[in-house]
């Protein structure tokens, strides 16, 4: 589930950039469509962040900070990131303790 769930927010960080026209998939993108993933926002909840006022704020930083291109292409800390979330969701679903839940 968890590796699904990384993939639909991956997706949709490229769908946002592409739809902006933005230069770079950042990590800022990633960070904002996990925003809509259900889990996720879960967590930065539980850790007392405002969704919304973190939504608008990356929206906001986004916009001023990301070149436009035709195509987005993923920044070198955004793929370190998709890297290292890859790894993880695969060792949290083939981990002895993943399948006994």
Same mark, same amino acid.
């Given at each position: /589930?968890?590796?699904?769930?990384? +993939?639909? *927010?991956? %997706? /949709? ?8 026209? %933005?230069?770079?998939? =950042?990590? +800022?993108?990633?960070?904002? &469509?996990?925003?809509?993933?259900? =889990?996720?926002? +879960?967590?930065? !909840? ?6 919304? +006022? ?25 793929? !370190?990131?998709? *890297? ?6 695969? *060792?949290? =679903?083939? *981990?002895?303790? &993943?399948?006994?839940?």
């Amino acid at each position: /589930m968890i590796a699904q769930e990384l +993939e639909v *927010s991956l %997706h /949709m960080a490229f769908v946002e950039a592409r739809q902006k026209r %933005h230069e770079f998939i =950042t990590v +800022e993108h990633l960070l904002l &469509a996990l925003l809509d993933n259900p =889990t996720a926002a +879960e967590v930065l !909840r539980a850790c007392a962040a405002n969704i919304e +006022e973190l939504r608008k704020a990356l929206g906001d930083f986004i916009a001023a900070h990301t070149p436009r291109s035709r195509a987005p292409r993923k920044s070198i800390p955004s793929r !370190r990131s998709v *890297s290292s979330a890859s790894s993880s969701a695969r *060792s949290c =679903t083939s *981990s002895p303790r &993943a399948r006994r839940k």
